[in-house]
Nanobody, 127 residues
Framework: QVQLVESGGGSVQAGGSLRLSCLAS????????MAWFRQAPGKDREGVAT????????MYSDSVKGRFSISQPNGKNTIALQMNSLKPEDTALYYC????????????????????WGLGTQVTVSS
């Protein structure tokens, strides 16, 4: 099994930056893809960014493209989300997710493609 722990959330003013980290532990040899999702109160969970643990290819939602960057700074056991030019609408609980079953049939930012989830870290952006 894989466990995920997020860190790095906090409060920032609009235009500021935050960096989130997610550490995977356990059976990390089964990591195929990792991603960041977010969920604001009363809204559906939204895919933000994803990265392949195999080849490092990335994908972003249109709402964050050009502002957020996902990476694997210390090998595939860790992913980071660098968030720049933050907006109040970025306020949400951010979750790290992993696919350890090579799930297919969904887009890479569909939450149903991921079977392991962290508990989340809060990001609050004030105007």
């Amino acid at each position: 099994q894989v466990q995920l722990v997020e860190s790095g959330g906090g409060s920032v003013q609009a235009g500021g930056s935050l960096r989130l980290s997610c550490l995977a532990s356990g059976s990390t040899d089964r990591l195929y893809r990792m991603a960041w999702f977010r969920q604001a109160p009363g809204k559906d969970r939204e895919g933000v960014a994803t990265i392949s643990a195999i080849d490092g290819r990335t994908m972003y939602s249109d709402s964050v493209k050009g502002r957020f960057s996902i990476s694997q700074p210390n090998g595939k056991n860790t992913i980071a989300l660098q968030m720049n030019s933050l907006k109040p609408e970025d306020t949400a609980l951010y979750y790290c997710a992993a696919d350890t079953e090579a799930l297919t049939g969904r887009t890479r930012l569909d939450p149903r493609r991921y079977n392991v989830w962290g508990l989340g870290t809060q990001v609050t952006v004030s105007s």
